[in-house]
């Protein structure tokens, strides 16, 4: 999908997964000239479906991705590319430029939606069971595992309220307590022992069973913890080295603060999805999305971009009548 780029566009997406094919999605319904610059690294990709999207429940990522693309084939004014943006500045005329595998793209407005990058479990086996009986969200993923035994891996001092999480839906808990990285405390084994959820002590080191016919974790010590489901947090890192070189402010855990408006502390620059404040889910990625895409294209009105862009709508400071 492509259209002879103007000299400057009204607006650069940064990142092709819901929020931001979302935000391309109004942008291109109130015509504001558009490219969205996909690197291909959406988070939920490996999963075998995603859940809870009204009207497309379950639908798998991969169809929810081409589906979302193909809707912007009938905006002929918004452009999707692959690529990766390696550098972001807004210049002395306040137009932001950016640098996409060694090419310059100008642009009045951008719209981050770089998503996070999670730490991902080293052991044996992941790769095969990721998306299929090993997940990284209680709430995308917590219903298909009701009733089962789950096993939980991670680190920190999050990982308790991660796994009491899963006890709306988990007949068991168990935790695997990994002794060579930040533990569980003896307050917190308490906790979780007054809820039923057991804590093991070991290092993880692989998966057992066929993808889908999970049958448990096996320690490095040789003991399998058996279980049907396996949900890890070891954290995740927001991608917001562009956010950075923008000067955007950022919350203490590295996510972009915006405002009502997905509006960073940048003029200009709006952010949506899981790179801000919020649940991590896709109708929410979608609706901030959606925000920021109806925002920033109300902002460009009447300002001196390219054609097509519409001549400013007549004030409205007044109702009729008055």
């Known amino acids: 999908m492509s259209f002879d780029l103007p000299p400057v566009v009204d607006a650069l997406v940064v990142g092709g997964g819901p929020a931001g094919l979302s935000a ?12 969205v610059v996909d690197a291909g690294h959406q988070r939920n990709l490996p999963a075998e479906r995603a859940h809870g999207l009204l009207g497309r429940d379950p639908i798998t990522p991969q ?17 999707l590319r692959h690529g990766t943006v390696s550098a972001l500045y807004q210049d002395g005329d306040g137009l932001f430029r950016a640098i996409v595998d060694g090419a310059e793209i100008r642009a009045a407005r951008v719209v981050l939606a770089t998503g996070v990058k999670d730490q991902l479990p080293q052991i044996v086996g992941f790769s095969d069971h990721y998306g299929v009986d090993v997940h990284h969200c209680p709430a995308c993923e917590g219903y298909t595992a009701r009733g089962q035994v789950v096993i939980v891996l991670g680190s920190g001092a999050q990982l308790p309220e991660f ?6 839906w988990a ?5 695997i307590d990994d002794p060579t990285v930040e533990g569980i405390t003896d307050d917190q084994r308490t906790a979780l022992a007054s809820h039923g959820i057991e804590v093991v002590d070991g290092v993880a080191e692989s998966l057992n069973g066929a993808p889908g016919a999970l049958a448990g974790v096996r320690l490095a010590d040789g003991q399998l913890v058996e279980g049907d489901t396996v949900f890890f947090s070891y954290g995740h890192q927001p991608v ?13 855990e590295g996510r972009i603060v915006v ?8 003029d200009g620059v709006y952010a949506a999805g899981d790179i801000t404040a919020g649940l991590q ?10 925000v920021a895409g109806i925002a920033c294209a109300t902002s460009v009105r009447g300002h001196p971009t390219d054609s097509p862009t519409p001549h400013p709508a007549p004030p409205a400071h007044r109702f009729a009548g008055e």
């Open 63 to 79: 169809q929810l991705l081409v589906d979302s693309r193909a809707g912007l084939k009938q905006y002929p004014h918004v452009a």
């Open 281 to 290: 889910l896709i109708p929410v990625a979608i609706g901030s999305g959606t």
């Open 163 to 168: 796994a009491a999480e899963l006890l709306d």
């Open 240 to 252: 917001h080295d562009l956010a950075q070189q923008l000067g955007c402010e950022l919350d203490h």
């Open 259 to 266: 405002n009502d408006f997905q509006l960073t502390s940048v």
């Open 24 to 35: 391309a999605t109004w942008l291109g319904r109130y015509w504001r000239t558009t490219v």
């Open 171 to 175: 007949e068991t808990v168990r935790i």
